[in-house]
């Protein structure tokens, strides 16, 4: 079909302006649509602020966060986004880390399987960080949808 066979076609009753004026609103409201529901997947920023939220501050402070991989996948029905990072981290002051990554204050001796960290020092801590698809976007485990 040609064009004016097109417009004569869609538009019997409106003026050719008012059709063409309608369709562009139509098709900008259709493209806006589909591009609200284009969030994409966490970035690497989205996973730092994970971490971050999570970081105990009273005994440290980030100094470099790098998402090193990802990987979706689906848990129960669940779609999710698994972020594995690297994150070197400076102690602000004397403290026992355990294999977790749980921290503690130094209370003198320290326990089987927990590290003796001093002020100052720095720490590269490796793992996974994983997100959750909703309605609204990508539930990180701080509850903070991105």
Same mark, same amino acid.
């Given at each position: 079909m040609?064009?004016?066979?097109?417009r004569?076609?869609?538009?019997?009753?409106?003026?050719?302006? %008012?059709?063409?004026?309608?369709? $562009?609103?139509?098709?900008?409201?259709?493209?806006?649509s589909?591009?609200?529901?284009?969030?994409?997947?966490? $970035?690497? $920023?989205?996973? =730092? $602020?994970?971490?971050?939220? =999570?970081?105990?501050?009273?005994?440290?402070?980030?100094?470099?966060?790098?998402?090193?991989?990802?990987?979706?996948?689906? %848990?129960?029905?669940?779609?999710?986004?698994t972020?594995?990072?690297?994150?070197?981290?400076?102690?602000?002051?004397?403290?026992?880390?355990?294999?977790?990554?749980?921290?503690? @204050?130094?209370?003198?001796?320290a326990?089987i399987?927990?590290?003796?960290?001093?002020?100052? =020092?720095?720490?590269?801590?490796?793992?996974?960080?994983?997100?959750?698809?909703? @309605?609204?976007?990508?539930?990180?485990?701080?509850?903070?949808?991105?």
């Open positions: 040609r064009e004016a066979e097109v004569a076609f869609v538009c019997p009753i409106l003026r050719e302006e %008012e059709c063409m004026k309608r369709g $562009s609103r139509a098709l900008g409201l259709v493209i806006a589909l591009m609200a529901g284009c969030g994409g997947k966490p $970035s690497e $920023s989205d996973a =730092q $602020s994970v971490f971050e939220d =999570q970081l105990p501050k009273d005994f440290c402070r980030l100094i470099r966060f790098t998402k090193t991989n990802a990987a979706d996948s689906e %848990e129960a029905g669940m779609e999710r986004y972020v594995e990072y690297e994150a070197e981290v400076e102690y602000l002051k004397d403290c026992m880390k355990d294999a977790m990554h749980r921290i503690v @204050e130094d209370p003198g001796a326990p399987g927990c590290t003796r960290l001093k002020k100052g =020092q720095r720490d590269t801590w490796r793992g996974l960080l994983t997100f959750g698809k909703t @309605e609204r976007g990508w539930k990180g485990t701080n509850g903070k949808i991105y």
